[in-house]
């Protein structure tokens, strides 16, 4: 189908995702209603045709993505988000710079094992009420977006959604630790300036309110049983990448039995969460459903539509697309495309676009049981580009990750003043995040 397919079947794509990056921005209130209802539209609108063009082909191709991508995929969010809602940090710290990076340290740490998502939520509101004192807060928000919400996601395939898609089409669990040096130039250079412009704000802060200065209390974490939880899902997704139970076929689609029991124990470890948590610690938390329902609902969307742009990719040179991907050869390439795109749009289907590319630049028409290890043996620097421009650019805008927007609400309801989308790309992301990130790019591709 990669062959035969025209650009044309690329526009429910393209225009889902400019209703993501604009009608949040412009057309809040109708998105807020609605975004599901536009999920679904451009959805349909990528289905019925390919269906009437290709019925069996085209059933098989959207039956494989929603049951061996999407499902896996939202399963996995689902319960890293049930059972990071259940976890709080109690007590009052004294938002110090030392203090401000240590928390920033710990979240980016923790995110690449309880996901940006969880460890966002999990340490933003602790992190505004360590700095309620403070009187400039925004750029506090901002790199705790940058590091918490994005970089830190980098390790492992629990840590953001495009290296979880990774995983399941076939890179192992542990391959992402290859991921670990350019994680750490950007962790050090990013934790520095934080440190430098916290200590600049803080001395011009100075003195500290009354009642504030030495007064750090007991700092506790209510919600421990949910630990047990979240080490079973990240053992449970450790094995599955180890262990093989041998496949099964549905409807000429082959699954692999142990992913059909780490899902269902995914389930059961948030079922479980929500049965043992007290009620009163998900308040305080301000857990509700509506982040996770909108991302199930918008993914559902994203992963039907990207369908043609994903066979055409895989088409290569035989493809709608050869002209664009013959301009894309080199890591460097691929590190800035994928980056530049995980910017403005979601980094999880901008790296499946750009993986696909890879596979069918160097093994075109090549089944991905037999290409994905031939990339992985040959051509990993490709790989490894692509992974870091989608995990780490995503910073780059307030809608290149999910939990970005989520970060800037929580703020602006807790009164922090957060830059504009524009202020954030002028202020931050284009006198700090790309110098670092063309650095990083001459020094690792």
Not at 34 to 54: E, R
Not at 262 to 284: A, H, K, N, Y
Not at 368 to 380: F, I, K, T, W, Y
Request: proline share 6%; charged share 10%.
């Amino acid at each position: 189908m990669g062959e035969v397919l025209s650009l044309y079947t690329t526009i429910p794509f393209l225009g889902l995702l400019l209703s993501i990056a604009l009608c949040p921005l412009f057309f809040p209130q109708l998105w807020h209603d609605h975004f599901g209802k536009i999920s679904a539209v451009w959805a349909i609108l990528t289905a019925i045709p390919l269906i009437m063009a290709y019925p069996k082909a085209a059933v098989h191709e959207l039956w494989q993505v929603l049951t061996l991508d999407y499902v896996p995929f939202i399963i996995l969010l689902w319960s890293l988000f049930t059972v990071s809602g259940g976890i709080i940090i109690r007590g009052n710290l004294q938002g110090t710079p030392l203090a401000n990076t240590l928390i920033l340290f710990l979240g980016t740490i923790l995110a690449s094992w309880v996901g940006t998502t969880g460890a966002s939520m999990l340490l933003i509101r602790f992190f505004l009420r360590a700095n309620s004192f403070r009187k400039n807060r925004s750029f506090m928000v901002v790199f705790f977006i940058v590091l918490v919400s994005n970089i830190g996601g980098a390790l492992s395939p629990l840590g953001d959604p495009p290296l979880f898609l990774g995983f399941l089409h076939g890179v192992p669990f542990l391959w992402t630790f290859n991921l670990l040096s350019p994680m750490l130039f950007m962790i050090i250079a990013l934790l520095s300036i934080y440190f430098l412009l916290d200590a600049f704000h803080y001395k011009k802060e100075q003195p500290v309110p009354r009642g504030i200065k030495g007064s750090t209390k007991k700092i506790w974490v209510d919600g421990l049983i949910n630990l047990i939880f979240l080490a079973g899902i990240i053992a449970m997704v450790l094995i599955s990448g180890l262990v093989n139970l041998g496949p099964f076929s549905f409807w000429g689609i082959e699954y692999q039995r142990i992913n059909l029991i780490r899902d269902v124990f995914l389930i059961f470890m948030g079922l479980m969460s929500l049965w043992t948590t007290p009620q009163s610690i998900r308040e305080d938390n301000e857990f509700t459903w509506v982040p996770i329902r909108e991302v199930a609902y918008i993914f559902l969307g994203l992963f039907i539509t990207m369908v043609p742009c994903m066979l055409i990719l895989k088409a290569g040179d035989k493809g709608a697309l050869s002209v664009v991907t013959s301009f894309i050869k080199e890591p460097f390439h691929y590190f800035w495309a994928c980056g530049i795109l995980s910017s403005f749009l979601d980094n999880a289907p901008t790296y499946m676009a750009f993986f696909c590319s890879i596979l069918g630049q160097f093994y075109p028409g090549i089944p991905e049981g037999v290409s994905v290890p031939r990339l992985l043996n040959d051509h990993a620097v490709f790989l490894k580009a692509i992974s870091c421009g989608a995990v780490f650019m995503g910073a780059n805008t307030y809608i290149g990750n999910a939990p970005n927007f989520m970060v800037r609400s929580i703020a602006e309801e807790s009164g922090v003043t957060m830059p504009s989308f524009f202020g954030y790309i002028f202020n931050y992301s284009l006198p700090i995040l790309c110098p670092l990130f063309f650095i990083l790019g001459l020094i690792f591709f």
